[in-house]
Structures are given as structure tokens and as C-alpha cells.
């Protein structure tokens, strides 16, 4: 410490400003490198939450559509409108899989599991219902067909098209 006592006041007044400098330029640098990471996991975050709110519109859709092609099949007075349906809903369906799976991936929030999972019950229920139509209308039972479509599948395809809705709905509002 001796030597510092033998500085002239001109060299120890360097000496601190030059170790402020130093210390303030460090500050700034860590500050800027921590500024870019959170500027990474937020540019993330963004990513993935329009990707849950672009995924939670589309299974809407799905859902949707699905719904209103098989209840128009349910309702037919006869099966010509059955094969387009059975045709494109099979398609729609394989779309829901692979986007409820993308969703379940990517989904990390409690209630958003929550909400998926309530939607899984409800598509569970509904996909039950539809094969029991299906069966119905491949059997030529068309009174059957045309009695779920009025009761049962109509019920489970309100509550199916709630969830799905309320699910849309979150994502949309979280974002």
C-alpha cells in the first residue's frame, strides 16, 4: 500500500477513474449479454405461444368441421351423403391427431393441460358416439342414425364444440 501513498494525487485520481471505467465497462458488458438472453427467450416464448394459439384455431377448426359434416351424415334421410363425410373426416381426424400431439408437447402452462386434456375427454366421448352413428348409417338403420343425431350425438357434439372453444379461447387470451 506504500506505493500507492507515493502516487502524486494526479496518478491515484487516474488510477480510481481508470478502475471505475473498468468496473462500469464489465457492468455494461454483462448487462448486454444478459439483456441478449432474455431477448432470445423471449423472442422463443412469442415463437411458441403463436404456435399454440395457430394450433388451438386450427383443432377448433378441425373439430368444427368434423362435427358438422357427421351430424349433417346423422340427419341424412339417406346414406348418399355418408362416403364424402366418412372420406373427408377421416382425413380431418389424422389432421386433429397430429396437431393435439404437436399441442401436447409444446403446451406448459397448468390450465392449458388442464383444457387439452378435458378437450382429449371430450373428442374421446364424441369419437364414441360418431362410430355409433357410423355403425347405424354402414347398417342401413337410418331411424337410429337420425335418433342420435337428434339426442345423443348432438348433446356430446355441444359439449365437444364448448371445449373446443374454450381451449381456442385461453390460448388466444394468454397470448
Known amino acids: 500500500m506504500n506505493w500507492l501513498l507515493n ?5 491515484r485520481t487516474t488510477l480510481v477513474l481508470g478502475t471505475l471505467l473498468a468496473m462500469l465497462l464489465a457492468v455494461a458488458g454483462l448487462s448486454a449479454w444478459n ?3 432474455i431477448s432470445a427467450d423471449l423472442r422463443g416464448l412469442s415463437v411458441e405461444q403463436v404456435e399454440r394459439v395457430a394450433l388451438a384455431q386450427h383443432w377448433d377448426a378441425n373439430i368444427r368441421e368434423a362435427v358438422a359434416r357427421w351430424q349433417s351424415a346423422s ?8 362416403p364424402v363425410t366418412k372420406e373427408v373426416t377421416l382425413a380431418i381426424s389424422t389432421d386433429t391427431t397430429a396437431v393435439q ?4 408437447e409444446i403446451e406448459n402452462s397448468e390450465a392449458g393441460v388442464a383444457l387439452g386434456k378435458k378437450l382429449g375427454e371430450a373428442r374421446a366421448l364424441w369419437l364414441a358416439e360418431r362410430d355409433a352413428v357410423r355403425k347405424a348409417i354402414e347398417a342401413g338403420d337410418h331411424p337410429t342414425a337420425l335418433a342420435r343425431g337428434q339426442g345423443s ?3 356430446v357434439s355441444a359439449a365437444y364444440l364448448k371445449v373446443s372453444k374454450e381451449h381456442a379461447a385461453y390460448q388466444i387470451e394468454r397470448a
Open 7 to 11: 502516487l502524486s494525487i494526479a496518478r
Open 35 to 37: 439483456v441478449r438472453d
Open 75 to 82: 340427419l341424412a334421410s339417406d346414406s348418399q351423403v355418408y
Open 101 to 104: 400431439k404437436r399441442f401436447q
Open 153 to 155: 350425438f348432438a348433446t
